[in-house]
């Protein structure tokens, strides 16, 4: 199991410092197919849940619990990192502010 970000992601950024094991990663801002939302590494996630109180719109979820409108987003999250960019060398403040209705 692990914890889930669903389509409500509005890219605001409060997960990634509070996760302890720096497990959420934005999708890059320049590539159309992922820079919509922020992932979970469901393999590295560990449930802690301090992630889910501090995001405003309330997208994060434990995998069990995602409302089943959302429920194509665990396997969203999974493949960003099994097929997708997966880890790489972001600029947080510049990922957070570019909120995906901006970018349209
Ligand atoms: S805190 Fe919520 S809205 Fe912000 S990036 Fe994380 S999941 Fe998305
Ligand atoms: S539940 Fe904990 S470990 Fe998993 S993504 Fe959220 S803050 Fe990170």
Redesign the pocket.
Known sequence: MAHV?TA?????????EVCPVDC?I?GPTADGEWND??FIDPDTCIDCGA?VP????E??FPEEDVPEMYQEDIERNANFFSSGPSYWDYDLEKE?ATYKGKLK
């Open positions: 970000i409500i992601c509005t890219r605001e950024g409060d997960c990634v959420i934005p939302l922020f992630c501090v995001c405003p719109p997208a994060i957070r």
